[in-house]
């Protein structure tokens, strides 16, 4: 080739893996929809409907693990909850929260690009502080937990690759 670059195409995905990838994120859904349901709690919030999403797609993945996930989340929705005392809730407070968290996830080795979402979130509508643990805290947990379950129950998954 003279100058020029030759772009791959994706490889197909076998029908099978579509079949449980789909299936899994199915199950991890339906997990927090229930939980969501039965509590009233705001566990179907869509950055942790993205992390379901991401173990179930990527469960070997280094964001799709235990430590990323909470750390993470837990992480964007303090740098966001700064941003709103100093800034009030607005669009631009959840701008610069979504970008700021990105320094404690990788400072902490915990990347989780739904967390960028949950700072976002949070810096638009300044939840009460409680809001690290229902939803953070008690999503992760849940979205930890239907990946460890799927984990066991699938042939040829095994989730977490590592808990720390």
Same mark, same amino acid.
């Given at each position: 080739m003279t100058g020029t &670059?030759?772009?791959r195409r994706a490889a197909r995905a076998p029908v099978r893996g579509? =079949?449980?990838?789909t299936g899994a994120t199915? /199950? +991890?859904?339906?997990? @927090?929809?229930?939980? &969501?349901?039965?509590? +009233? =709690? $705001?566990?179907?919030? @869509?950055p942790f409907v993205a992390s379901a999403g991401i173990v179930a797609l990527a469960p $070997? !993945? %280094?964001?799709? #693990? %235990?430590?990323?996930?909470?750390? +993470?989340?837990?992480?964007g929705? =303090? /740098?966001?909850?700064g941003g709103v005392a100093v800034a009030g809730p607005s669009v631009w407070t959840a701008a610069?929260? !979504? /970008? @700021?968290? &990105? !320094? %404690?996830?990788?400072?902490?080795?915990a990347p989780h690009p739904p967390a960028t979402a949950t !700072?976002?979130?949070v810096g638009m509508s300044a939840p009460d502080p409680l809001y690290l643990l229902t939803p953070v805290v008690a999503a992760s947990i849940l979205v930890i937990a239907g990946g460890v379950a799927l984990g066991r129950? =699938? %042939? +040829? #998954?095994?989730y977490p690759a590592y808990w720390l």
């Open positions: &670059t030759r772009r579509v =079949l449980v990838s199915l /199950a +991890g859904l339906l997990l @927090l929809a229930a939980v &969501t349901e039965v509590t +009233g =709690l $705001g566990l179907f919030a @869509l $070997g !993945a %280094p964001f799709a #693990q %235990p430590r990323s996930i909470v750390l +993470g989340h837990l992480s929705a =303090l /740098a966001a909850l610069v929260a !979504a /970008a @700021l968290a &990105t !320094a %404690p996830m990788l400072l902490l080795r !700072a976002a979130l129950m =699938l %042939p +040829g #998954q095994r």
